[in-house]
Structures are given as C-alpha cells and as structure tokens.
C-alpha cells in the first residue's frame, strides 16, 4: 500500500510518501520560520494562508521524490488534530480534495500520535511496549505506549512544556525565533555548573512537570549579569536532569526496557546522548527519530496512515472535520 500523508498542524507545511513494502518514499517540508519570525512567534491566519500557497508545489515536489503518480496512490492521510484550526482546515481540505478527484479513502491523523511513532519510520524499531518522552513546544508528556492506540498518559508538564521553555528563554537572551536551537548551541560554550537552577518538582513523588519556574530563574540570572552562555548551559542541564529523574521514575513504574524519544526538542543532542547511556546503564534501549523526523512532518502522518488503514480504518464519507484539541488518550486502537 502506498501512502500520501499531510501535515498542515501549525508553521510547517509537509507532504510525503510511505509505501509499506519500500518504506518512505518522499519527504517534502517546508519551514515558515521566515514568516514569523518579525512577530516573535506564529501567527495563525498567516500559517494557514501559507499552507494555502505552498501545498500544492510540495505535492508536486513529493511525488517528483517518490517517482510516482497520484494513480499509484491508495490512501490519504491528513493531520486532523491537534493544531491551529485554519491551519488543519487548509490540510484537511486539500487531502479531502484530492480524495474525492482520485476516489481514495482518507484518514484524519492524531499530529502526537505520529510524534510518537515516527521512530518506527528508522532502523533499528522499536517494538512495543515501550515509554515515550514527548517534548516539543507544544507538549512534555510521559506515555506507556502498548500499541497502535494504546496508550497511558503517566505524566505532563502542568505549564510551559520544555520546547516553549527553551524558547522563552531564548527570547529573554536575544537570541530570536524561535530560539530552542540557538540556546542549545549557546549552552555548548557554557559552564553546565555555572548556576544551581532547580530542579523542578522532582523533590516530590509523581511524573508531573514544571519549566515556568526554571524561566524566571533564567531572568534573573540574566538581571545579576551571569554571562549568557553560563546561563544557557545551566538551564538546559537542569532540564535534562529533571527529564531524567521522571524517566528513571515511569521506567520503575512500568518496569517497560524500550525507551522514545519524540517532538521537536527530541533533535537536542545532549539530551539524546544522555538518555542514550541511561538505557545503556539500566540494560534497556533507546530510540529517536532522525533529526529530519524530530519537527513536524509528514511522514509520520504517512506511517500512521498506513498503519491505521491496514486494520480498515478510513473517514465516513467526504465532509472533515478538525481537531484544535484532541487528548491523545481518547484514540481507538488499531
């Protein structure tokens, strides 16, 4: 089976091809960091007119890669939820449209849900069980993933999730938008003991999160004039750490051996290399997309398509619907 998937959740616009034989096929993403950027974060209405402007080229492009056509596809998968409405809208309806023109099924895709599998996209792949981290700008969520649709929700950050922390804090050093990676280079040159940043919400038992606190620390370390590099470094260490701690924690509790890594922030090196001996350390694995599939893509999308399909999944008729909000817990299993 051959798969077009679409992503459309928030400022990036991407199309790609899964082909369950070949694998992936075509991997098309386009970046609006350029249309934000002078606003200082993403403004919807000018996400999803891009997302207007810039689908049908990435199609073009998308199956150019996978030296196809659109009659050699079987299925179409969108991401339905969670994300900016008109930003959805605009995907959903171009994926609908070419639905109806070519007589394909659809499927509306849960965007945390492709997050989560798209390390299934790499070699070696997981297999289930395992513990998902999920950090991005959005979201900082510890998952036990038992399968396609089976998942627990063991913990979440009850404010700023880790990317919007990075961020945050990246604007309080001048370093632009969006400033996650700027930081992360930034805190290579620093002192990762300069400063004594807490580590939040780790003194007490759960697999709750907090990163507010951790900002305000930030601007205050930078009102007393500690060099920014010190600062970036200290702050990405106490992340890490307390990522840590609460893994160490869920593991224990789920007694599960595979652990992933996904979202954005799963791209930060340190982080992947600290996880990376820690699983080495407890005898277990673990596993993270490639950079390329760590920011909001379509492949993803594609692979979950493909998975969902194959156990008969598939719209009910041509009108969609979007998603803004969607827990991942209320997902159906395949």
Known sequence: MRVLGIETSCDETAIAVYDTTAGLLANQIHSQTAVHARFGGVVPELAARDHVLKLPSLLTQALAEADCSLAQIDAI????????????????????????????????????EGHILAPLLDQPAPEFPFLALLVSGGHTQLIAVRGLGAYELLGESIDDAVGEAFDKSAKLMGLGYPGGAALSALAAQGDRTAIAFPRPMTDRPGLDFSFSGLKTAVALSIAQG??????????????????????????????FERLVLAGGVAANRPLRARLAALMKERGGL???????????????????TALRVGTGQRDAGSPFTVRPRWPLMALESG
């Open 286 to 304: 673990a596993f993270y997309p490639p950079t390329v599939l760590c920011t909001d893509n379509a492949a993803m999308i594609a692979l979950v």
């Open 226 to 255: 500690v060099p920014h590099r010190d600062v970036a470094a200290s702050f990405e260490q106490a992340v890490i750490d307390t990522l840590v701690i609460k893994i160490i924690r869920a593991l224990n509790q789920t007694g």
């Open 77 to 112: 998968g969108y991401t339905q939820g969670p994300g900016l409405q008109g930003a959805l809208m605009t995907g959903a309806a171009f994926a609908k449209g070419l639905a109806v023109a070519r007589g394909l099924p659809t499927l509306g895709i849960h965007h945390l």
